[in-house]
């Protein structure tokens, strides 16, 4: 079954960078694109950014835009995202989730990892 | 950026009751649109695709339509285990955007 498990949260200073990763199983990693979606504490859902299967293509949102960075290792299965210059808004549970091709929505997703920015 | 709006934001129905939720686009995104269920403390799941088509293993009482921009999720007949906030998403165009959600109490 497909499973999704991000890791690498915490508490980080405002300022700091942070790195948080997904390992993924039960599915072809290499096949799918993957994106992060994350939530802030009692708030709704906000799409963060998006990897190609193959990392030709890469979107994101403008509230990360040159602050954050998405990667893959297909070797690896993993995801990852790279956030510098933190920022207390950027507090939030970050989630991993699978685009069932490159559909543009997302059909699984893991349990999220919980980054805080505080000083 | 495609702003999503959804109405109503909170509702309290009793089991066995039909619910609709609708959520409205600020632009055409033809029918790019999803909805996705999330209980407290527990990861989203994926409810309908396409505006209309159902996700494999979601019972059939979730159904969804749409005309124009606006769409609608429904749910047939209301269950304990439906008691949730609702999600739209349009992924129409970039940046991907979701609705600020729909609160679903069971009375």
């Known amino acids: 079954q497909v499973q999704l498990v991000e890791s690498g949260g915490g508490v980080v200073q405002p300022g700091r960078s942070l790195r948080v990763s997904c390992i993924a199983s039960g599915f072809t990693f290499s096949n799918s694109a993957m994106h992060w979606v994350r939530q802030a504490p009692g708030k709704g859902l906000e799409w963060v950014a998006v990897i190609s299967n193959d990392e030709t293509n890469i979107y994101y949102a403008d509230s990360v835009k040159g602050r954050f960075t998405i990667s893959r290792d297909n070797s690896k299965n993993t995801l990852y995202l790279q956030m510098n210059s933190l920022r207390a808004d950027d507090t939030a549970v970050y989630y991993c989730?699978?685009?069932?091709?490159?559909?543009?929505?997302?059909?699984?997703w893991g349990q999220g990892t919980l980054v805080t920015v505080s000083s | 950026d495609v702003q999503m709006t959804q109405s109503p934001s909170t509702l309290s129905a009793s089991v066995g009751d039909r619910v609709t939720i609708t959520c409205r686009a600020s632009q055409s995104i033809n029918k790019y649109l999803a909805w996705y269920q999330q209980k407290p403390g527990i990861t989203p799941k994926l409810l309908i695709y396409k505006a209309s088509s159902l996700e494999s293993g979601v019972p059939s009482r979730f159904s969804g339509s749409v005309s124009g921009t606006e769409f609608t999720l429904t749910i047939s007949s209301l269950q304990p285990d439906d008691s949730a906030t609702y999600y739209c998403?349009?992924?129409?165009?970039?940046?991907?955007?979701f609705g600020p959600g729909t609160k679903v109490d069971i009375k």
């Open positions: 998403q349009q992924y129409n165009s970039f940046p991907l955007t």
């Open positions: 989730a699978r685009d069932p091709g490159w559909e543009l929505y997302f059909d699984y």
